[in-house]
């Protein structure tokens, strides 16, 4: 079965510092891995996502994931947090079945302060 | 590209009756159409899968006597929840994809504030 872990439920930043949101996987087979974000009561944003392809993987917004095999993470990062990042993220994999589901990660509230 | 609508966006009933949410794929053919539901402050929850043309799969838990999941058309997928209860009050979100294979991309709806009195 596949599952991912997000390691924090809050991050707070300074607007024009990093954003790091960090990411765990669990998957028998070599995952679909995506980031996913969600203003307010809002429907989900597809924000970069992951096939096997570059392990590096650039979104939109300037946001980047890593694929880490290795250390089984897929950290989001932004080099400058502005005010319109303040939303959840989610982390997502997708199962291997022929459905091709997706579990969600609990969700990393971000808040940006001026 | 690649837009889902969801409606309503919000709904605010009595508890007994029964209420529609629907979700369009407005310029794709959605193949697969998913059914999630949110609680406050908690990640997303798949309620169940549906191909067009074919009967819901619900996933554990999923009473499929309480939410009915029609999927009857290419661009068009309906859930009711029947005789809705307050605890039945959620936010509940749709996403389509156009084949019935995993490796396409889900599009989400904006979602559906269901509140039950």
């Known amino acids: 079965a596949q599952s991912v872990t997000q390691l924090d439920s809050h991050v707070s930043v300074s607007e024009g510092t990093p954003v790091l949101l960090r990411c765990n996987y669990s998957?028998?087979?070599?995952?679909?891995l995506f980031w996913y974000v969600q203003h307010p009561n809002k429907g989900l944003q597809l924000l970069l996502k992951y096939t096997s392809a570059a392990t590096l993987v650039k979104g939109i917004n300037g946001f980047e994931a890593e694929f880490k095999k290795s250390e089984t993470s897929f950290h989001l990062t932004k080099p400058s947090a502005h005010m319109s990042d303040a939303a959840e993220y989610f982390c997502v994999v997708m199962t291997t079945d022929s459905w091709g589901k997706l579990q969600f990660g609990a969700g990393t509230q971000v808040v940006v302060t001026p | 590209g690649a837009v889902v609508s969801q409606h309503p966006s919000r709904v605010i009933c009595k508890s007994g009756t029964s209420v529609k949410i629907e979700c369009r794929s407005l310029?794709?053919?959605?193949?697969?159409m998913f059914w999630y539901r949110q609680f406050p402050k908690q990640s997303l929850m798949l309620m169940a899968t549906s191909n067009e043309g074919s009967k819901a799969t619900y996933e554990q838990g999923v009473e499929k006597d309480k939410f009915l999941i029609n999927h009857a058309s290419l661009t068009l997928s309906t859930l009711t929840v029947t005789s809705a209860h307050p605890e039945d009050s959620s936010f509940y979100i749709c996403?389509?994809?156009?084949?019935?294979?995993?490796?396409?991309?889900?599009?989400f709806g904006d979602g559906t504030r269901l509140s039950i009195l």
């Open positions: 996403s389509a994809r156009a084949g019935r294979i995993g490796n396409q991309p889900q599009h």
């Open positions: 310029d794709f053919q959605a193949t697969t």
């Open positions: 998957s028998s087979y070599s995952p679909s």
